[in-house]
């Protein structure tokens, strides 16, 4: 596997459910992001991770709640969310800076579906 | 007012086309400016970035800053139907990254 890799691609959940989604980079970079995708909306930057240290969380739900055990791994868990929140998430990786980079590297997404 | 607006489109041009794709934005304190590429099921892939004003040339792509107008440019030469995506500007500023919604750019044989 090369670059960002998500998985799983494609995610339908109903409200009440609990899911994760997986995020796995091969750039051995050491910063890593959530995006939210929305039709019509801007790019969300909603978590940044600096060597595993969350150093962003842009007022994001807490229905949200992400996880980086190491540099090359980032998940995303969701447990109760809304309609709203489908979505295409997208992850990305980067050199660790002080501020987020410029230079990063996007994964496929995972399109959610929240029935 | 958004921080950052981009006509989302679709814009539609013969092969061979010069293309024309623009922001505008408020926030005075951006200084690095990108242009993201984004092919249908695939996530943003970066094309060009550019800090503070200027123009910056990569083959065929030409992006452009002024600052003073707060306005940024990605021109395409001679396009190419590979070309066929969707073009998201972005800006950084400290912490703080926004992306335009994007432009949907077809390119017709």
Not at chain 1, 43 to 52: Q, R, S
Not at chain 1, 93 to 113: I, K, M, N, V
Request: proline letters at 6%.
């Amino acid at each position: 596997e090369t670059g960002v890799t998500q998985t799983p691609r494609h995610l339908v959940m109903g409200m009440t459910n609990k899911k994760s989604l997986k995020c796995e980079q091969h750039l051995g970079h050491n910063a890593m992001y959530w995006y939210k995708q929305s039709a019509k909306k801007p790019l969300e930057l909603m978590f940044v991770y600096n060597f595993k240290e969350q150093t962003e969380n842009n007022s994001v739900p807490s229905r949200f709640s992400p996880e980086c055990p190491n540099s090359s791994h980032l998940f995303l868990h969701l447990h109760t969310l809304q309609p709203e929140d489908s979505a295409l998430y997208l992850c990305a990786s980067s050199q660790a800076q002080d501020r987020p980079s410029y230079e990063q590297y996007f994964g496929p997404g995972t399109r959610l579906t929240v029935t | 007012q958004k921080e950052v607006e981009q006509d989302p489109g679709p814009l539609s041009v013969p092969e061979g086309a010069i293309v024309s794709l623009n922001c505008t934005y408020s926030n005075s304190a951006f200084q690095y400016f990108m242009w993201y590429r984004q092919y249908s099921r695939k996530g943003p892939e970066l094309l060009m970035y550019t800090y503070s004003s200027g123009n910056k040339e990569d083959g065929r792509f030409t992006a452009q800053v002024d600052k003073s107008s707060k306005y940024i440019s990605l021109f395409i030469r001679d396009s190419q139907p590979s070309d066929s995506a969707t073009y998201l500007c972005a800006m950084l500023a400290g912490n703080q990254f926004y992306f335009g919604t994007g432009t949907s750019l077809t390119v017709i044989p």
